[in-house]
């Protein structure tokens, strides 16, 4: 069987420009310099290597059902490697959770699905989120993609589009704690441009991206 590959560049489709009407320096957290987060800034489609097409666009409240299949899609050793321990599905699927998650404040969060045409709609394929940590300019991120998606460039593709949605943000840095075992998330990080260093302390790889 042919396969056939296209070759995407991580940063296709992606344009950071200043928001007509965003105030200069408009914050809704506290450091100096830091704005918003506006994951319209850093929406638009994509194509995985096995060509299937999917448009990557902020988390929205009517999201929480496609959100539930979602989770019913991951194995346990996706939901491992994501929470570092196992977390049952009816967890997962809480509604307060997803209620929580498909809120975004922007102020403190960005969320990112990858959502596929489905024949009973949108299917969501992978999910990003950078969290805003206290110092306002730092925030960590955390991605995670259905067993079916894996391997076709889309964790690559939504953790660029993390990075540019945060410097369009002001932050200055970006970290995430990988499970040591996580060779394919410290792939992708170091393709990006992150260091990662293994903290025996924690257990963990630390990823960490300067955005000066
Ligand atoms: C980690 C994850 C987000 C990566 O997303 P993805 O869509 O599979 O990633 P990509 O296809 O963009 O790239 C994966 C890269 O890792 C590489 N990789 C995969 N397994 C690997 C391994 N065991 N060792 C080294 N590299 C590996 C792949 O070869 C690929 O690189 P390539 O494109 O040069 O071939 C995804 O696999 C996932 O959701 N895993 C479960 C949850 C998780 O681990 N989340 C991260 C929590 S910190």
Known sequence: MTQRWLVVR???????RSEPGTPAGSTGADAPGVAQFHGGLVSGPFTLHDGTAVAI?????????????????LSDQSVYLRYFHPLK??????????????HVDPAHEMVLVAERAGPTGGDIVAVGRLTRQQAGRDAEFAIVVSDAAQGQGL????LTRLVAG???????????????????????????????????????????????
């Open 10 to 16: 991580p940063s296709e489709d992606i344009t950071v």
């Open 155 to 158: 964790g690559t593709e939504m």
């Open 89 to 102: 599905l009816g967890v997962r699927v809480a509604h307060e959770r997803l209620e929580r998650i498909c």
């Open 57 to 73: 666009r902020s988390i929205r409240p009517d999201d929480e059902p496609a959100m539930v299949h979602f989770h019913e899609s």
């Open 166 to 212: 945060g410097r369009q943000a002001g932050l200055a840095r970006i970290t995430g704690e990988i499970l040591p075992e996580n060779r394919a998330m410290q792939a992708v990080c170091e393709r990006i441009g992150f260091t990662c260093a293994y903290l025996g302390t924690e257990g963990l790889v630390h990823a960490e991206l300067d955005l000066g």
